[in-house]
């Protein structure tokens, strides 16, 4: 059988907005073509567009309508698509931000949840949670939550019934297959099982953002003292994340 071809379709999003999605699941690949049209925006259209914002499976393209006109943009994007399309693989080399978590206790109260509904030890939660390396997706719900994908799903579990009305900032959190880290005091339904000392949004910073869609993020354990000094050095502005750079093609 036929496999088909990947196709973008464009929807008009308020007065000046243009959508265009690439499929309806979460997805690497769709993902990647995204962030390659994003890119590819940027670079040939950019004094025609205010803002490009890259979801999970679609880009929002947002003009000024005074400025410029909705149809004659639309084909300029939509001319970038067939070559991007077929393309494969990460758009670019991608930074990788080594994230550090003190997992359960007060700072992670559902770790045992998230173990039990799993019928696993904690100790094995915290070991796969941290084993993996995910693709920051997308950023939304607040300013820099980000989604992350590659989490094993031997460690997904649902939601709460009952969201919180407060979550600490750095909270690394679960829901279903996805895991997340809360950059700033809010509500929240996810199930916490650790928190990062790092601040992933602080409006003080040039960016203010530490994470950016298309980067990779790892997580590593540190117990609750080593926690407490990076989160002084992070106040003192002393402290800086490990980042290293994965080549554009590298699992």
């Known amino acids: 059988m036929a496999i088909a071809e990947p196709t973008c379709r464009v929807l008009a999003e308020g007065e000046g907005g243009l959508v265009f999605e690439f499929g309806d699941a979460i997805d690497p690949a769709v993902n990647a073509r995204v962030h390659r049209l994003a890119e590819a925006v940027r670079r040939g259209l950019g004094r025609d567009v205010l803002e490009v914002v890259p979801t999970y499976r679609s880009l929002l393209v947002l003009f000024d309508p005074l400025q410029v006109r909705r149809e004659r943009l639309s084909l300029a994007i939509e001319a970038l698509v067939p070559g991007l399309l077929l393309e494969e693989g990460p758009t670019r080399a991608a930074r990788v931000v080594r994230v550090p978590v003190c997992y359960g206790g007060a700072r ?115 117990e609750e003292r080593e926690w407490a000094d990076v989160a002084e050095r992070v106040e003192a502005g002393s402290y800086r994340p490990e980042v290293e750079v994965e080549e554009r093609g590298a699992p």
């Open 108 to 222: 992670g109260p559902d770790l045992e949840f998230v173990a039990a509904h799993n019928r696993i030890p904690a100790e094995e939660v915290v070991a796969l949670h941290a084993s993996a390396s995910y693709l920051v997706f997308m950023l939304g719900f607040t300013p820099g939550f980000p989604y992350l994908g590659g989490m094993s799903g031997r460690i997904a579990a649902p939601r709460l019934p009952t969201p919180r009305t407060r979550i600490p900032a750095g909270s690394v959190g679960i829901a279903g297959a996805q895991t997340g880290i809360y950059p700033v005091e809010s509500p929240g339904g996810w199930r916490l099982i650790g928190q990062t000392p790092l601040r992933l949004f602080d409006p003080r910073r040039s960016p203010p953002f530490l994470l950016s869609a298309g980067d990779r993020l790892r997580f590593f354990p540190v």
